[in-house]
């Protein structure tokens, strides 16, 4: 695949002399810049994903108000796998839909196995 890029004459000559600097071409320091920042978007979305199921499982240990044991293992289990699946179903709707996901795909994409969710308890929907 083919991508031309244009740059203005300012930033053309900024990329053109850092490349210089740095011993490489304007390619290779446009790639190295777009995949850092890929990069870095990558491990802030995983920081965020873990923020939010730390905060979960914190909310938790506040309402329980004693010592975790390992009888809140399953409860545990069912909070992480919601607050999974809120992400993953965020992250659907927020992107184009580039390919239909089947039901095994999408527990996949949640982490969640077919035995893990016939074992959680059934919710009636209104």
Do not use: W
């Not at 499982?57 to 409860?75: Q, R």
């Not at 095994?104 to 994409?109: G, H, K, N, V």
């Amino acid at each position: 695949m083919a991508l031309a890029l244009q740059f203005n004459d300012t930033d053309a000559q900024l990329f053109q002399n850092y490349a210089n600097y740095n011993n490489e071409s304007v390619y290779d320091f446009v790639r190295k810049a777009v995949l850092a920042r890929v990069e870095h978007e990558k491990v802030l979305k995983n920081a965020k994903n873990l923020s939010e199921i730390e905060n979960a499982v914190e909310e938790y240990k506040k309402e329980k108000g004693s010592p975790l044991t390992s009888e809140d293992m399953p409860k545990l289990i069912d909070i992480i796998a919601d607050v999974r699946i809120e992400q993953v179903a965020a992250e659907r709707l927020s992107t184009p839909a580039e390919k239909v996901y089947t039901f095994d795909e999408m527990l996949s994409e949640c982490g969640i196995t077919k035995e893990e969710l016939d074992a959680m308890p059934e919710v009636e929907i209104e």
